[in-house]
Nanobody, 123 residues
């Protein structure tokens, strides 16, 4: 079992930045490939970014590439999402997740989820 708790969401103007954190507890954090997903009202949850066990490999949705950066600190059992140049369309609840098996961008590959943190970008 892995417990995940996100923080760092909030209200920001377009063009601004936020850094989300996801603190993990339970099983060994470095055993898990980690991902960030988001869900806007009325829309399906979508992949945002993922990072490998050691942090050597990162993956991004096209919509955030070049603006968002995922990173992790295994010593602190934490994964981060630095979000720059935010746009109103980035408004959503953001979730971190630990992958069990499967393709990194598939919701179904992740077996553990946090409760989410809201990000609202005003125009």
């Amino acid at each position: 079992q892995v417990q995940l708790v996100e923080s760092g969401g909030g209200l920001v103007q377009a063009g601004g930045s936020l850094r989300l954190s996801c603190a993990a507890s339970g099983r060994t954090f470095s055993d898990y490939f980690m991902g960030w997903f988001r869900q806007a009202p009325g829309k399906e949850r979508e992949f945002v970014a993922a990072i490998s066990w050691s942090g050597d490999s990162t993956y991004y949705a096209n919509s955030v590439k070049g603006r968002f950066t995922i990173s992790r600190d295994n010593a602190k059992n934490t994964v981060y999402l630095q979000m720059n140049s935010l746009k109103p369309e980035d408004t959503a609840a953001y979730y971190c997740a630990a992958r069990i098996s499967g393709y990194y961008s598939d919701n179904g590959a992740y077996g553990y989820w946090g409760q989410g943190t809201q990000v609202t970008v005003s125009s």
